[in-house]
């Protein structure tokens, strides 16, 4: 069941992205001739065989079988259909009508595109889009970002002097800033503070299909995690039971885990000799306390450079992060011995902090060993130390080689053993909604967005004409099918309408191109009339439409071809 539905939304995304877009279009070149009064003899909803379909006036209106697109047929667009017509309305002939009114027709198509994605993108604007704020809710232990001085809950107010609002806005200027230092202006506790991070590089793909470098920092993450706890033996050193999420300490409110490390960071050198917990258990809200912890806070004293990490580790105080919550049957993993339960503790004698730390590491092993011309699927590629039952154990491990394709096309190769994280995101309560209740702004928002888009596809397109980016970036019905589903099902109604509007743009600005057969190719003609005082021969014209033809075939068929490298994982 669950199959079906995915299946049938995918379908109603695919049918409603292509299928609205193009349906805009050619209701763009309908009703700019009906307005300069040439006649349209059909106007449908699809291809191939009418489902339906009734005359209104002189048009008649159908709805064919093949939904993705449309078409509209208007008299005297081939001035050879009058010699053939029995009855000839030269009047109403769209090869009569002056050249201001056909270039309105050929370009009604081009022009309501854009009038849909600016529509979209000023809808989007009022309705608004929920952001996550400039906060560093995660740094991970022992992570660049954590070494550099940063730590979770930190509020970022500038990056470089650059004022930022938005996690994104922190990620682009991290983006754009490979292999440099940059400094963090953040408040911690109500101090503003200052801290210098290096930012390190990956390969990226640029909106032009560019492999280029991109800048990350490490351990810098805008999710956390939430306040569950988990440990291998059923009940810990403080009472805590597997499962169990907390909800306050001392009656200080906990949301994430995060909070919980900053309540320990906060209160580190003055915490009383027991501590007192609300928790969730199976469901029940209950109040649980620790044993005296007089030996803790000796420890404490004893070094000075403790905070909420080592304490955790101390009292066996685990987030569930860390514990396999599933692992693949027939996976290296599963042929190593680990159990769903597991803690990972380590890999090739590196403590790991994170799940992401956890599969970074493999990645990075699995392409050393390539490197080094060894088979990553040797038995003891991983040393992976986990706990089990409260007892630490050794565990060798092969890697597991996946064959993918990057946005161009490219094979990549993905290193993986095949477990899952019992671990849970949390959400941050404080998102903020970026909207506008100003029509005119909203208006100006979503034609703004619409112009860099469409300078965005005019730049893309002059690249591939010049070698500038590899052709494998062209994207054909698969590639926008499954980026519509994909994004429809996992990304919600707002994204789905983004792309739909980016799309309509692409066609736009495609259409607009001087080929024979399309609408830039018709405008050219026009304007070629115009200045002849003649229409072009029939003979070029016809040449030019099958060169045109020709053209736009050969670009479908290498657009399904780049689309099939993509999709296919050969």
Known sequence: MNNLISTLEYIFAIVTLLGGVIAVHEFGHFIFAKFCGARVDVFSIGFGPKLFSKKWGETEYCLSIIPLGGFVKIYGQDPEELEKDENPQPERSLANKSLLARLSVFIGGPAFNYILAILIFSFIAVVGVQKLPSLATRIVTNSQAYLAGLRSGDKIQKIDNQEVKTFEDVAQIIALNPDKTLKFSVIRDGTLMEVQAPIQKEVAITPYGEPAMAGILDGLEPLGRAPV???????????????????????????????????????????PSTLNFTILREGKEETISTPNISWLQKQIATNKNWGAS?????????????????????SPADKAGMKKGDRVISVNGKKVYSFENLRATIQQTGEELVQKNKNPTLENALKIVVEREGKVQELNSSLSSTKGK???????????????????????????????????????LGSKETINHTVMTVV????????????????????????AGD????RGWRDFLRIMAIISISLGVFNLLPIPILDGGHVVFAIVEAIRGKPVSQAVTQISLKVGLSLLLLLMVFAVYNDLTKVLPF
């Open 229 to 271: 706890v988990a440990n291998t033996t059923g009940t810990n050193t403080w009472n805590f039971k597997h499962g169990d999420k907390i909800l306050s300490v001392q009656n200080h409110p906990i949301s994430s885990w995060e909070e919980l490390e900053a309540y320990f960071n906060a209160n580190l050198r003055n915490l």
């Open 487 to 490: 994004t429809f099902s996992s």
């Open 460 to 483: 893309g397109l002059k690249k591939l004409a010049f070698g500038e980016v590899s052709l494998k970036a062209v994207g054909g019905p698969i590639m926008i099918g499954k980026i």
């Open 310 to 330: 080592q304490v955790f580790e101390a009292v066996r105080l685990y987030s569930p992060e860390l514990f396999i919550l599933q692992v693949m049957p027939q």
């Open 406 to 444: 990057d946005p161009l096309g490219q094979t990549i190769v993905t290193y993986t053993i095949g477990i899952q994280s019992q671990g849970v995101p949390h959400f941050p309560s404080n998102m903020l909604l970026e909207r506008t209740l100003n029509p005119f702004k909203a208006l100006w």
